[in-house]
């Protein structure tokens, strides 16, 4: 696709599950940007890689939180013990290199009931 | 703390009449700046940068203004249209990569 495309757009879990989230960057990107949106709230940045490996995840809130980028394209985050507070929209976004424009997806609306 | 601050939850202006958005950040690294743009259901969208070298950058409609010494920075749109109406969100960076976010301002343009 020509954007970025990320899956599922919305996810309902319960308390204490695993969930992956998926995205798909726009083809040729090399970096690739995780972010969280709470409701009322601006993006918050979570963890940024450049090709496979991540350049920065200090935005990862504890260690529940975790993403893979193996082959340098498609990233998961994925969160364990899943908890009400992580109820947000999760965005993805890629640039074709650092420091230069990034496109975000769509989002994943992520429900912890 | 919040490094970036739109105070203006939102803003209602006339079709054809310039929408003026505010931004203010505490952080002086930040040396990269931007507006996204970002309808319901859909991810932000990149709408103009400016580099801290620059006090001014236009692309069309769009024009963005920094003040480094007042680290404030806004966006002005001229003239404003009904397709306009989004949520606005300005951002900053000091790496150009890690991008803090502001909490977004609801801009209306009414017919």
């Known amino acids: 696709g020509a954007g970025v495309s990320q899956t599922p757009s919305n996810k309902v879990t319960e308390k204490g599950k695993y969930v992956e989230l998926r995205c798909d960057p726009i083809?040729?990107?090399?970096?690739l940007y995780w972010y969280r949106q709470s409701l009322g709230q601006g993006p918050e940045f979570l963890i940024y890689f450049q090709g496979t490996g991540a350049a920065d995840d200090s935005g990862l809130p504890n260690d529940r939180f975790f993403a893979v980028r193996p082959e340098g394209s498609v990233s998961t985050l994925k969160i364990q013990r899943t908890e009400r507070g992580d109820s947000a929209v999760y965005l993805c976004a890629s640039s074709f290199a650092e420091n230069t424009e990034a496109f975000f997806g769509q989002g994943t609306r992520l429900t912890v009931v | 703390d919040q490094q970036v601050k739109q105070n203006s939850p939102s803003l209602s202006v006339q079709e054809g009449r310039i929408s003026i958005l505010n931004c203010d950040y505490t952080?002086?690294?930040?040396?990269?700046f931007l507006w996204y743009k970002k309808y319901p259901a859909e991810g932000p969208t990149f709408l103009i940068s400016?580099?801290?070298?620059?006090d001014k950058n236009e692309d069309g409609r769009f024009t963005v203004f920094l003040n480094k010494s007042a680290k404030h920075l806004s966006l002005h749109i001229v003239p404003s249209q009904p397709g306009d109406s989004a949520v606005y969100f300005c951002?900053?960076?000091?790496?150009?990569?890690?991008?803090?976010f502001g909490a977004g301002t609801i801009l209306r343009v009414k017919s």
């Open positions: 400016i580099s801290s070298i620059k």
């Open positions: 083809s040729g990107h090399t970096a």
């Open positions: 952080n002086s690294m930040f040396d990269y």
């Open positions: 951002a900053a960076s000091e790496d150009g990569n890690k991008l803090v």
